[in-house]
């Protein structure tokens, strides 16, 4: 009998424990997804229209496309300013430029301890925040203490993209704290030297609207979408990683596309080819899979929404807002209006723009008009070989009314532009002229000159060298 009741017990004890291993306490389950891992990884200088998952037809892009079938997909995000250091610094702090001080490329947040950035959000709500690759926008490190992560290339203009997981992978898997990871690529970054560009026929490329079609655009953007070839392996690699590690199920990944190409009329301007972005977000259990939102969002809305979703409670202040509902898909509106800006120092001649945007209009004020637009890395005329240059000899020599107009369109720039986006996503027509618009173009002036007070903005004066902040640099 004592043999027996012994065996009783014991099974009994191995029962229980088999019970819990299959199934875990529904308790213990709810505690570990209320503070989900999160990782984001950001392309640099992506035309994020290109991806197929966002309608491209010169690339597959399977490792993006397959996030965005086991996702949310943003059709409506935006940089507020399409250069680098000034929008991972927006993402970073949930301010617009002209708040937290990096409102040119390369001029560096206020070093002010009233500015404080996604590390010390999360880390107060338990987060340890990492970051690897491409370091704009780390800097003060009293703003910005990230965990620096070895592992991805961090200088943008290197000819060469080696990168390694190893490092990454310890951060993720060392099970002290719940992690925040920033993977920033420099795909596809110029100067367009990593991937195979032969993988691409230079004559078959469906080139966008805005573009010149020119024999050197061709086959540069071969080069260009040999690193978004690049860029998606990249996203592959770390999708893989998570999944062999066993950390994918509690882990949301976030793709960033960044600001638009470093072609002419995309990056360093306030049309959508350079504005407009792409996100994608994934997180199994809470995110519906294969779903997509027209909602309006900046990149200032993301560190609130990471906050919202650590648990954390909002930061006043904040020029940006948590879109969790959209995330989740209780909602499909956010914003009213977009709002970006235009500062060209230390890229050009000094040139300032605003715009607004509602759903269906897009409000441009080029501040510095009538003065020539010139951006020294699109436009340099020592530049023989570039785009830029093989799009102005063509235009002044096909007699072809399209091409002169992009060329013209770049340089001559009008005061007020107007452009209806859900007709004419590469703003090519400017309805400014048209009176019907009148109303329209004054209700969006109204709206963003009120957002320009709120923000401090003086407009085209705030456009001029700034002693001692490092913003004589090119990018």
């Not at 195979?196 to 609207?209: G, H, R, S, T």
């Not at 807002?321 to 890229?347: A, C, M, T, W």
Request: hydrophobic content about 35%; charged content about 20%; glycine content about 8%.
């Amino acid at each position: 009998m004592k043999y027996k009741s012994l065996l009783v017990l014991l099974l009994f004890f191995f029962t229980a424990l088999f019970i819990a291993a299959r199934f875990p306490s529904p308790v213990k389950q709810t505690q570990k997804l209320s503070q989900p891992n999160i990782i984001i990884i950001m392309a640099d200088d992506l035309d994020s229209r290109q991806l197929s998952c966002y309608g491209g037809k010169n690339i597959t892009t399977p490792n993006i496309d397959g996030l965005a079938a086991q996702g949310l997909k943003f059709n409506q995000i935006f940089a507020s300013e399409a250069m680098c250091v000034p929008i991972r610094a927006s993402l970073f702090t949930g301010l617009y430029p002209m708040r937290h001080g990096s409102f040119q490329n390369h001029k560096p947040v206020y070093d002010d301890k009233n500015i404080k950035s996604v590390c010390q959000y999360l880390g107060s709500n338990g987060y340890k925040v990492g970051l690897t690759g491409k370091n704009h926008s780390t800097t003060p490190r009293t703003v910005f203490p990230f965990q620096i992560i070895k592992g991805f290339e961090t200088n943008c203009l290197s000819t060469t993209d080696n990168y390694y997981l190893d490092s990454v992978k310890q951060f993720i898997t060392k099970k002290d704290k719940p992690y925040c990871l920033f993977v920033m690529s420099i795909n596809p970054h110029i100067p367009w030297s990593v991937g195979n560009p032969a993988e691409f026929n230079p004559d078959k490329l469906v080139l966008p609207p805005n573009w010149v079609d020119t024999k050197v655009g061709r086959n540069k953007f071969c080069k260009y979408l040999a690193e978004v070839r690049e860029l998606d392996n990249q996203v592959g690699d770390i999708l893989k990683m998570l999944k062999n590690t066993g950390q994918d199920q509690n882990t949301m990944v976030v793709f960033l596309g960044e600001q638009g190409p470093e072609f002419p009329g995309g990056k360093w301007t306030s049309w959508d080819y350079g504005q407009k972005s792409s996100m994608i977000a994934r997180l199994y259990g809470k995110i519906k899979p294969g779903t997509e939102t027209n909602a309006i969002v900046q990149y200032e809305d993301i560190t609130p929404t990471l906050i919202d979703i650590a648990g954390g409670k909002p930061v006043a202040g904040l020029d940006g807002h948590s879109f969790l509902p959209v995330l989740y898909g209780k909602s499909n509106q956010f914003r009213d209006y977009g709002y970006g800006i235009h500062n060209n120092i230390p890229e050009g001649t000094a040139y300032s723009i605003r715009s607004v945007r509602d759903t269906k209009y897009k409000l441009i004020l080029n501040l510095s008009a009538p003065e020539k637009y010139y951006n020294q890395p699109i436009m340099n005329p020592a530049h023989k070989n570039s785009i830029w240059a093989s799009w102005v000899r063509h235009a002044n020599t096909d007699n072809n009314p399209h091409d002169r107009f992009i060329v013209q369109r770049e340089v001559n720039r009008p005061g007020t532009e107007l452009y209806n986006m859900q007709a004419d996503p590469y703003e090519l027509q400017n309805l400014a002229g048209d009176t019907k618009y009148k109303s329209i173009i004054a209700a969006l002036t109204l709206k963003l000159k009120e957002w320009m007070k709120q923000q401090g903005d003086a407009g085209a004066v705030v456009d001029r060298h700034y002693p001692n902040t490092g913003n004589d640099k090119a990018d």
